[in-house]
C-alpha cells in the first residue's frame, strides 16, 4: 500500500527538466522550479515566501544578529550571560506563535484571513525599528522592549506564511518538502546577504543606524499583505469568534494526543533544548583581545557569512539528495555530525589549531561553515515533519503550536546556555572555563539520538496522520457552519 502511495505521489510530482549543462543548467534547474511551483501555487504565494523568509526574516536576521550583539556589547555594556538572557526575551514572541496562529485562523479582519496580519506585521517591525534608530541613551528595558516588538512584527509574518504554506501542503503534498526547500533557501540566501553586509554597515553606520536600515524588510511584508492571493470570507459572524477560539484550542488538544503527534512533538522539544546555546559566550570570546583572537565586525561579519552559505549548501544538499531519507535515518546521521563539528569550537577555544598552524580565521569559517550545514540538514526534515502534522481547517495554528513547541525548546537551550556561562564565571573579559562550558554542549549533544523512537520511520513524501485526524473541512468562500473545520476533529475524540 505504502508502494502505491508512493507510486503515486510521485506520479503528481512536477517534473523539472534542464537540457543544460554546468552551472548554467543548475541556474536553469532553479528557474524552471520556481516556475512550477508559481504556476502550482501562484506567483503571489511565492513572492510572499521569498519576501518573508528570504527577507524579514533571512536578510534581517543577517543584519540584526551582529547588530544586536555589538549593540548589547557595546551601547548596553552587558555581560555574556546577560546578553544570553536578554535575546531570549527578544525571541519571547515566537512562542506565543499559537496565538498568532489561533487570529489567523478564526478571526478574520476586514474579510480577509492572511493579508490584514502581513500589514499589521510589518507596520509593528517597522516602527520598532525605526524607534530603537532614533531614541538616544535607551535604558536596557525599553530597548529589549523594543527588540521584541521587532521580533513579534517577524513572528506574526512567519506564522502567517506558514499558515499559507500548510494549507498548500494539505493541498499539494506532493511538493510539501518543495516549499520548505523554497522556505530554507529563501532563508539562507538572504542570511547570507544580510551577513555579507552587517559588519560592513555596523562598522560605517553603527548598531543604530542599522538599526534604521530594517525598517525596509517590514515594509515588504506590508507589500506582501497588499498582493498575496486569497479568498475573501463572507458571511463571518464575529459574536462566535470566542467559540471558535474554544473550538480551535479543542481541536489542538485532541490532536496532540494522537501518538503521531505528540511523540514527534516530544522529539523536537527535546532534541533543541537539551543542546544548550552559549554563543554570546563564544562571540564576547572573538571580540576580546586578551584572552580571544580581537576579530573587528568586518570579520565577525565574514565568519557569519560564511555560515549562512553553508546553511543554504544544507539546504541545497536536502533538496537534491536527502528529502527522500526516511526521518529517523537522516536525523540520526545529522544528529552524530552536530555533536563532532560541535568539537571544532573546543579545539578552537583551547588555541589548538595554533599548535598545527592553522589561523583562527581560517578555523573559524571552516567551523562555522560545517557546523551551519549540519544544522540545517538536521531542521529540514523536522520542518517537513512538522507541515505534515497539521490536520486540515487549523493549519495555521497548529503548525504555529508546532513551531511555539521548538522556540520554547531554543529558548530553554538559550537561557540553560546563559546559566552555564554564569556557573562557569564567562565574563566580559574571563574566558578561562569557555573550553569546559564548549564540551558540555557538545556532550548533550548526543543525548538526541536516545530519543529518536519518537520519531516515525516512514517516507517523508508519506501523510503522517491518520485519516480521522488530517480530514478534516474548511471552505474558505462561506462559512454558513464556522465551526464546522473543527468537527471532525473534536468528533474523533
Known sequence: ???????????????????????????MSGVNWLRMLSNELHWSFVMGVISVYGISQGLSMGLSRVTMQYY??????????????????????????????LLTDVLPLFGYRRRPYFIFAGLLGAISMLILSIVNGLHLVPAVLALMAGSAGVAVADVTIDACITENSSSHPALASDMQSLCGLSS?????????????????????????????????????????KESAVRNFSYSRVNEKFFDATRAMLTTLKSQHVWKPCLYMFLSLSLGINIHEGLFYWYTDGKGGPLFSK??????????????????????????????????????????????????????????????????????????????????MPLLVLSSKLCPTGIEGTFFALLMSIDQVGMLTSTWA??????????????????????????????????????????????????????????????????NIEMANLLDSS
Request: proline residues 6%.
Open 298 to 379: 568586518e570579520i565577525v561579519g565574514s565568519i557569519y557569512t560564511i555560515g549562512a552559505l553553508g546553511s543554504l549548501c544544507g539546504v541545497i544538499l536536502y533538496q537534491n539528495k536527502l528529502k527522500n531519507r526516511p526521518y529517523q535515518d537522516l536525523l540520526f546521521w545529522t544528529q552524530l555530525l552536530h555533536c563532532a563539528s560541535g568539537m571544532l569550537d573546543l579545539v578552537l577555544v583551547l588555541r589548538l589549531n595554533l599548535k598545527f598552524y592553522v589561523p583562527d580565521y581560517l578555523f573559524v569559517v571552516f567551523d562555522e561553515g560545517v557546523s551551519h550545514m549540519i544544522a540545517r540538514i538536521k531542521w
Open 72 to 101: 548589547m556589547k557595546d551601547e548596553q555594556k552587558i555581560q555574556p550571560s546577560e546578553a544570553q538572557i536578554s535575546m531570549g526575551v527578544v525571541r519571547f514572541p515566537w512562542v506565543v506563535k499559537p496565538l498568532w496562529g
Open 417 to 482: 546556555g546563559g546559566f552555564v556561562l554564569h556557573i562557569l564565571n564567562v565574563t566580559r573579559s574571563e574566558f578561562d572555563n569557555l573550553w569546559l562550558a564548549v564540551l558540555i554542549r557538545n556532550l548533550l549533544r548526543l543525548t538526541p539520538i536516545l530519543l529518536l523512537f519518537l520519531v516515525p520511520r516512514i517516507d517523508p513524501n508519506l501523510p503522517v496522520l491518520p485519516s480521522e485526524i488530517s480530514k478534516t473541512k474548511r471552505d474558505h468562500e462561506t462559512l454558513p457552519n464556522e
Open 188 to 228: 539562507s540566501i538572504g542570511a547570507l546577504a544580510g551577513f555579507i553586509i552587517s559588519g560592513f554597515l555596523v562598522h560605517l553606520v553603527g548598531s543604530k543606524g542599522v538599526f534604521g536600515l530594517l525598517t525596509i524588510p517590514p515594509a515588504l511584508v506590508v507589500l506582501v499583505g497588499l498582493t498575496i
Open 1 to 27: 500500500m505504502d508502494n502505491e502511495a508512493s507510486s503515486l505521489i510521485e506520479e503528481q510530482t512536477p517534473k523539472i527538466k534542464s537540457d543544460k549543462p554546468g552551472i548554467l543548467g543548475l541556474i
